[in-house]
């Protein structure tokens, strides 16, 4: 435990590296797939400190107070349930996961997509879960203000508001790139790490 008067600093690493803890619910679940529920380091000795959380997994690193060394902690578990949010909300990030990170009209993977009215704001589309797609730039461009028949483009898939069970599954197959090994252990990933 860390003393009350305890004015905590990274001792052993770097205050510019990132070493966010990984947050769980209490069921070790993360809180969020996507994007992955992390806490920066402050948060978590903060939240350990406060007693709100177990330590599941510690960095190498450690945090020095004046009177207590702690582990820096990389995994935390809240040791209350948080009921988990229902709603999705309409964003770029979660439309792009609904879509996979795919141009519904090509196929085409990639980080520079955008995003396209299937039926153009020019001729009263919305921006709606059923009328927005992700498109690569090209074919962006190239069905520009047209119906998708007249661009003589074919949707994949079409469009609908997607649950959240639906965007929970599609965001476990897109973690993020600097995972930490003790993650692992609590993530249910559907691709190997190496
Ligand atoms: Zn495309």
Same mark, same amino acid.
């Given at each position: 435990?860390?003393?009350?008067?305890?004015?905590?600093?990274?001792?052993?690493?770097?205050?510019?590296?990132?070493?966010?803890?990984?947050?769980?619910?209490?069921?070790?679940?993360?809180?969020?797939?996507? &994007?992955?529920?992390?806490?920066?380091?402050?948060?978590?000795?903060k939240a350990v400190y406060l007693e709100r959380v177990n330590v599941a997994a510690e960095y190498e690193e450690v945090v020095r107070s004046e009177k207590l060394t702690l582990p820096l902690p990389s995994v935390i578990v809240l040791k209350n349930y948080v009921v988990p949010t229902k709603t999705v909300p309409f964003t770029r990030a979660t439309l792009f996961l609904r879509d996979e990170f795919t141009c519904q009209y090509c196929?085409?993977?990639?980080?520079?997509?955008?995003f396209d009215h299937v039926v153009p704001k020019s001729r009263g589309g919305k921006t709606r879960w059923d009328n927005v797609v992700a498109a690569c730039q090209s074919c962006n461009l190239r069905k520009?203000?047209?119906?998708?028949?007249?661009?003589?483009?074919?949707?994949?898939?079409? &469009?609908?508001?997607?649950?959240?069970?639906?965007?929970?599954?599609?965001?476990?197959?897109?973690?993020?790139?600097?995972?930490?090994?003790?993650?692992?252990?609590?993530?249910?990933?559907?691709?190997?790490?190496?």
């Open positions: 435990m860390l003393d009350s008067q305890a004015n905590v600093k990274p001792a052993l690493f770097k205050k510019s590296i990132q070493r966010p803890a990984l947050i769980l619910n209490a069921d070790y679940r993360p809180l969020s797939y996507f &994007p992955l529920s992390l806490w920066p380091w402050q948060e978590a000795i196929g085409y993977k990639g980080k520079d997509l955008t520009a203000a047209k119906t998708t028949s007249q661009a003589g483009f074919k949707l994949k898939k079409a &469009p609908t508001k997607p649950s959240s069970e639906v965007l929970l599954n599609k965001g476990k197959k897109f973690p993020p790139s600097d995972m930490h090994k003790s993650w692992i252990d609590f993530l249910y990933f559907e691709k190997d790490f190496d």
